[in-house]
């Protein structure tokens, strides 16, 4: 396939079209949002505005990136993630600030936690239009969120048994509730990434996104991987 047919085609086309639409959403949203209402929660509204900004860039990278120019879009998508995370760490511990959600909120919550996982999978996109690195990058991501996976799993357990053993309120699930699911949400995407780039077999793939639902199962998964051969080049 030709570059320019390369530009018009592939996974990059989804994104594009996410990032247009959060644009629009996030900026409409926003705009009405200051417009009418700015006084009732200014950070928010004001945040929400900055995400839409960061997704019309990001919409930029992208399509830059198709082209073969992919710095502009590591950038962007490297702030958009922060923002993401920091906005949504910020919104659980300064809950007075957010009176209203903004776009990035609790992860992005209102949105399906769709904040959180775009800008992952946006970076993961890049990565596989390197070919010299997109064997050792993902598996070694697939690692990691694995891992996360399991410690996310770990923190919202806990919330759970301070809430409903000890009936020490609720802030545990509130804070390690989201963060458990932007982290399913990012194993599921890294998972069929992996199985793209290792070349893994239908059963396989299926028992990596199934161990993403029993607690602790993803590291289990993982070992697995590592000691037959699927998470090396080749990998089946």
Do not use: N
Request: proline share 4%; net charge positive; with cysteine.
């Amino acid at each position: 396939m030709t570059q320019s047919g390369a530009s018009r085609s592939g996974a990059h086309q989804l994104l594009l079209a996410v990032y247009a639409v959060f644009t629009l959403s996030a900026g409409a949203r926003s705009a009405v949002q200051l417009a009418t209402k700015a006084g009732d929660a200014p950070v928010a509204y004001s945040l929400s505005l900055l995400a839409a900004v960061t997704y019309a860039l990001g919409w930029v990278g992208i399509r830059r990136a198709s082209q073969g120019r992919t710095r502009f879009a590591s950038w962007m998508l490297w702030v958009e993630l922060t923002g993401v995370l920091g906005v949504g760490t910020l919104s659980l511990l300064q809950r007075d600030w957010f009176p209203d959600a903004s776009v990035w909120s609790d992860y992005g919550l209102d949105y399906g936690l769709v904040p959180a996982v775009l800008p992952v999978a946006g970076l993961f996109w890049l990565r596989t239009r390197d070919a010299d690195r997109v064997g050792t990058g993902t598996v070694t991501a697939f690692r990691v969120i694995a891992f996360a996976e399991a410690l996310s799993w770990l923190g919202l357990l806990t919330g759970m048994f301070f809430k409903y053993a000890v009936d020490a309120g609720e802030q545990g699930v509130h804070v390690f509730g989201p963060i458990h699911g932007t982290v399913f949400l990012t194993y599921v995407v890294v998972a069929l990434l992996t199985w793209r780039s290792q070349r893994w077999s239908l059963p396989t793939v299926f028992v990596a996104l199934a161990s993403s639902v029993p607690p602790f199962c993803t590291v289990v998964f993982e070992e697995w991987a590592r000691r037959t051969g699927r998470l090396e080049p080749g990998g089946r």
